[in-house]
């Protein structure tokens, strides 16, 4: 029972997409490569970053991010690099500028219209209090009196 426990635990964890022949040398170039391509987006995978991702496309960048570190880049360079050659989709956490800006406020700016117009909606939807008659009234006062 613990064999098939163990087993199935082994089966369970993250698939290692970076291959050991893409391993830098120098460990500080090495984790400065997987920080990058954690925050690359594999552009034929949906939400995955490239450092998880075992499509092709993704190895050649996880290569082309290692190559502009060993040429001297820094993190932002390279990331910039990447950017241009393939547009920014390849950020998993897209900048807020530009034409970015405009969906990262749409959500907000949604969600107060909504509640503006549910609070319009729900406050004409009540009925307007009108005073009782005279002989509702009168009506009213005979019951609670009654008791």
Avoid: H, K
Avoid at 21 to 32: G, M, N, Q, T, W
Avoid at 119 to 137: F, G, I, N, Q
Wanted: aromatic fraction near 2%.
């Amino acid at each position: 029972m613990r064999a098939i426990l163990v087993a199935l635990m082994l089966l369970a964890t993250p698939a290692l997409a970076v291959q050991p022949d893409e391993i830098l040398a120098d460990p500080a170039l090495e984790a400065r490569a997987r920080e990058i391509t954690a925050e690359l987006r594999c552009v034929v995978c949906r939400n995955e970053s490239v450092d998880d991702s075992n499509a092709e496309i993704a190895r050649d960048i996880r290569l082309m991010v290692r190559e502009r570190l060993v040429a001297g880049d820094s993190n932002a360079e390279t990331i910039e690099y990447m950017v241009d050659r393939f547009g920014e989709y390849i950020l998993l956490n897209p900048r807020a500028t530009g034409t970015n800006l405009v969906l990262w406020l749409s959500g907000p700016l949604l969600l107060l219209a909504g509640l503006g117009i549910a609070t319009v909606t729900l406050r004409r939807r009540r009925p307007a209090a009108t005073p009782l008659s005279d002989d509702e009234e009168a009506r009213v006062t005979e019951i609670l009196n009654e008791r």
